[in-house]
């Protein structure tokens, strides 16, 4: 079935980039939507950003607008997490996933609403 893997992960000093990359193999048409989420010790998962399938359509978590950016490669069967100016809360374990999303407001980032995950990649981001 489909298999999602993550790379890309570190550790760097606050301020610093990070670029993440999620390679997904076998058919996503069943599931439209893909995304990042995150968790760290002790805290819930949570939805980062997500991208939809063959559209321009993303939605991003407050806290990471305007410094982190989803995109996808088609032809590479990749999907990327461009991270700057990064902060020691941002300091988790980040997973691919992809799903089918309800259309209720912020369903999005909900993880229960995905079904395919990676086995994530470690974020570290020091003061």
């Known amino acids: 079935h489909v298999q999602l893997v993550e790379s890309g992960g570190g550790s760097v000093q606050a301020g610093g980039s990070l670029r993440l990359s999620c390679a997904a193999s076998?058919?996503?048409?069943?599931?439209?939507?893909m995304g990042w989420f995150r968790q760290a010790p002790g805290k819930d998962r949570e939805g980062v950003a997500v991208?939809?399938?063959?559209?321009?359509?993303?939605y991003y978590a407050s806290s990471v607008k305007g410094r982190f950016t989803i995109a996808q490669d088609n032809a590479k069967n990749v999907m990327y997490l461009q991270m700057n100016n990064l902060k020691p809360e941002d300091t988790a374990m980040y997973y691919c996933?992809?799903?089918?999303?309800?259309?209720?407001?912020?369903?999005?980032?909900?993880?229960?609403?995905?079904?395919?995950w990676g086995q994530g990649t470690q974020v570290t981001v020091s003061s």
């Open positions: 076998g058919y996503t048409y069943k599931r439209n939507c």
């Open positions: 991208l939809w399938i063959g559209g321009a359509t993303t």
């Open positions: 996933a992809a799903g089918n999303p309800s259309l209720y407001p912020d369903s999005w980032k909900r993880w229960s609403e995905y079904d395919v």
